[in-house]
């Protein structure tokens, strides 16, 4: 009897330690397909601000399509803004991608950093609209933009929130590039670089090109003799090493965009927004005031597309 009692709690035993196996075998393949999923095809994404209404509200949840651009291996360790190294799925299947970003979409990026910030302190995504591509120049002129001289027409959910134009020449100090007497409503020209293109340095462009070059990877300094160096050695010039495109929000008079802080690497870029699948006024919390939260839910938004 003994021996049958040891032998079914060896049994018993063994079951137990295959279920602990095969719940663990499933637990990682649902979480691998999650990131897979998550990297390289749909991605939830909470809107934080309103730099983007009225095409999209701050309390927007939106699905973002990132096969549309390739996907990529995660940027941060899941759940938590500690940075990874990654690459873009596409650099070893490149098929998988649906096309190139163009003029006109809404774009999710990795924000690259205030003006003055070779890397932003913060892992975060920044929601804009694509206006510009590589070698493109951007002009805007009373609110109007150009683009390579061609006036592009606003977006149907444009927004401005002051009927004032700030004048031409009217330098705002917060403004990208710096030392520049631009502001929002009247900025540029400014050419968008490209992988290629050579910037001509000097004292006097140095502090316009900076951050840009430190962004890129790469040490600014002076040597001895008071000469402009890009990791030790001293040059004139500086070979770009990236695509760029440029962009802004769609609320005009509230974004801090590319005016402010610059370029955006198209290798930051990780998809483009494809619907909203529930929204609520964000001022309000679920845990503190769930009645009044739960009345701001905008059923009308529910569903709508992003253009």
């Not at 149907?156 to 002051?162: A, G, L």
């Amino acid at each position: 009897m003994a021996k049958e009692v040891t032998e079914k709690s060896k049994v018993s035993a063994s079951t137990a330690v295959g279920k602990t196996k095969d719940f663990f075998k499933d637990f990682v393949f649902v979480l691998g397909a999650f990131l897979i999923l998550n990297s390289m095809v749909l991605a939830a994404f909470e809107v934080p601000t309103g730099s983007m209404e009225n095409e999209i509200m701050a309390g927007d949840f939106l699905f973002v399509n990132k096969f549309i651009y390739g996907g990529s291996t995660p940027r941060t360790i899941p759940l938590t803004n500690i940075r990874v190294p990654w690459f873009r799925v596409t650099d070893v299947v490149p098929f998988l991608k649906w096309r190139d970003v163009e003029r006109g979409d809404v774009i999710v990026f990795e924000f690259p950093g205030q003006r003055d910030e070779a890397e932003s302190p913060e892992f975060m995504f920044y929601l804009k609209r694509c206006i510009a591509l590589s070698g493109d120049t951007v002009l805007i002129r009373d609110r109007h933009v150009y683009v390579n001289g061609k006036h592009v027409d606003f977006p149907r959910n444009v927004k401005f929130n002051s009927p004032r134009i700030i004048p031409a020449g009217v330098a705002d100090p917060r403004i990208f590039p710096k030392g520049e007497a631009f502001n929002e409503d009247n900025w540029g020209p400014v050419i968008v670089p490209s992988k290629g293109d050579v910037i001509t340095l000097s004292r006097e462009t140095l502090d316009r090109w900076k951050t840009f070059i430190e962004r890129e990877g790469s040490k600014v300094g002076f040597d001895g003799e008071g000469r402009i160096t890009i990791d030790g050695t001293p040059t004139q010039r500086y070979v770009v090493k990236r695509d760029y495109a440029f962009g802004m929000g769609d609320n005009r008079d509230n974004s801090l965009d590319g005016r402010f802080w610059g370029f955006i690497p198209k290798e930051s870029i990780v998809g483009s927004p494809l619907i909203v699948y529930w929204s609520w006024n964000p001022d309000f919390s679920i845990f503190s005031d769930p009645i009044n939260k739960l009345a701001t839910i905008r059923f009308n938004r529910i569903g709508m597309l992003i253009k």
